[in-house]
């Protein structure tokens, strides 16, 4: 399954896209060139934004 779930601005990655647990590899955070590349859906501008402090885990 290739699922992004929502998109968010990470310190070390920057702008990338928390993706479902069934992507493999590429879980749990793709860049937004890579997430196209790969074909994950919904497209990326479709992702929700979410703000990187309140992901679950994040301290």
């Not at 990338?16 to 060139?33: I, N, Q, S, T």
């Amino acid at each position: 399954m290739k699922r992004g779930l929502y998109r968010l601005c990470d310190t070390f990655l920057g702008e990338c896209a928390r993706v479902h647990e069934d992507a493999g590899d590429a879980f749990p955070f793709l860049r937004r060139d890579l997430y196209e590349f790969l074909g994950f859906n919904p497209p990326y501008d479709d992702l929700p934004m979410q703000e990187a402090n309140s992901r679950p885990g994040a301290a």
